[in-house]
T-cell receptor, first 114, second 112 residues
Framework: AQSVSQHNHHVILSEAASLELGCNYSYGGTVNLFWYVQYPGQHLQLLLKYFSGDPLVKGIKGFEAEFIKSKFSFNLRKPSVQWSDTAEYFC????????????FGQGTELSVKP | NAGVTQTPKFQVLKTGQSMTLQCAQDMNHNSMYWYRQDPGMGLRLIYYSASEGTTDKGEVPNGYNVSRLNKREFSLRLESAAPSQTSVYFCASVGNSNQPQHFGDGTRLSIL
């Protein structure tokens, strides 16, 4: 069965610390990969996406993610977090030619202390 | 530039009541989706509509029905609400499968 696993349920960092959120997926074909962010009380917003090409993708607000096909991973990174990065982060996968249906991970809540 | 609009934003129901959640998009997108978000479980697909006139079940369709009224609108109906359906419901849309989905602001539904 297709699935997405996010390693950390809740991460607490101080401002300026580096961030890496893990994401692994299980899918037997070509995939499109996404990271979404949900700020408190808001809807999901796209941080970045990978469809093909360079496996290191850059998104908004200084975030980047690396697709490692051999590890079925798509980890999210940011060199220096800010208090405003406090939010919940979701990794999601859609299979190629699967009608755009997304399978989401459980989410990682990030708390950044000022 | 509304994007995806959901109504209502909040609703409280009693067990057994029925309700329709409305979703409309103004981006001329072909595909629309309904998800529910529960703590620790991420978002799970309830139903989707790949194009006008078609609907298909997602991961958790039991207790729900949908209608793709036209290209713009995709509604989700709870015929007989149960406390297990207390959740935040998100509607999303996308032009084609190689684009990211756009999400509405969500409907927070509580069933007592």
């Amino acid at each position: 069965a297709q699935s997405v696993s996010q390693h950390n349920h809740h991460v607490i960092l101080s401002e300026a610390a580096s961030l890496e959120l893990g994401c692994n997926y299980s899918y037997g074909g070509t995939v499109n990969l996404f990271w979404y962010v949900q700020y408190p009380g808001q809807h999901l917003q796209l941080l970045l996406k990978y469809f093909s090409g360079d496996p290191l993708v850059k998104g908004i607000k200084g975030f980047e993610a690396e697709f490692i096909k051999s590890k079925f991973s798509f980890n999210l990174r940011k060199p220096s977090v800010q208090w405003s990065d406090t939010a919940e982060y979701f990794c999601a996968v859609s299979g190629y030619n699967q009608g755009g249906k997304l399978i989401f991970g459980q989410g990682t809540e990030l708390s950044v202390k000022p | 530039n509304a994007g995806v609009t959901q109504t209502p934003k909040f609703q409280v129901l009693k067990t057994g009541q029925s309700m329709t959640l409305q979703c409309a998009q103004d981006m001329n997108h072909n595909s629309m989706y309904w998800y529910r978000q529960d703590p620790g479980m991420g978002l799970r697909l309830i139903y989707y509509s790949a194009s006008e006139g078609t609907t298909d079940k997602g991961e958790v369709p039991n207790g729900y029905n949908v209608s793709r009224l036209n290209k713009r609108e995709f509604s989700l109906r709870l015929e007989s609400a149960a406390p297990s359906q207390t959740s935040v419901y998100f509607c999303a849309s996308v032009g084609n499968s190689n684009q990211p989905q756009h999400f509405g602001d969500g409907t927070r539904l509580s069933i007592l």
